[in-house]
């Protein structure tokens, strides 16, 4: 596989999807997996653009399938990446990203090697807890935070952590997460000994003539 998958993680709440979607609309290197999910679309949201939104029946028969690279059950919802979505990206020639929950996260971790994953904080517990009172799509807040503290105990598996206080700075951070993924020899490293080898070569020719 080429590329390298970007995984933004995060509780709820924090902009992991925000991220992900500007970063696409800035860089033509990156391009954002359309994940499942059976919850039923928020204000907004646009089926095949925000998420794919399906039955449940549809999701549980999409896994007996294999259809999925990860899934889990968060909030009484399914969500999922599915492996038709992800290789699509890849086969662009992009860099997939993907705004996930932390338990797919993990799952993703643990089945591709290729990847490189971020976990989102926020700038304080008052400022994310304001964010959520605001958002009256999202119900459940105490369920919510609970499932939170599961997924603050993950942090240390993840290879970054941004702090989402100022937007522009964190989709910055991002940035320069994604240009020194890049430049890792681990990840690209055919195309490097490629040009390694072409050197070489011409080094020889040059001292033969």
Known sequence: MRGVIFIISSPTGIGKTTLC????KERSDIERVVTHTTRKPRKGEINGIDYNFVRTETFKD???????????LVH????????????NVIKKGKN?????????AKNVMNWIDRVVSIFILPPSFDEWLNRLEKDKNRD???IRLNTAIKEFNEIENFDYCIINDDLSEAVENLKKIIDTTTLKTRFFKDRFIDISNCLKKK???YLEG
């Open 21 to 24: 979607n500007i970063i696409q």
């Open 203 to 205: 080094i020889k020719e």
């Open 140 to 142: 459940n807040l105490h």
């Open 76 to 87: 009484d919802n399914y969500y999922g990446t599915s492996k038709k979505a992800l290789n």
């Open 62 to 72: 999409m896994i007996k399938k294999g259809e999925f690279v990860e899934y889990a």
């Open 96 to 104: 997939p990203i993907l705004a996930i929950d932390v338990q797919g």
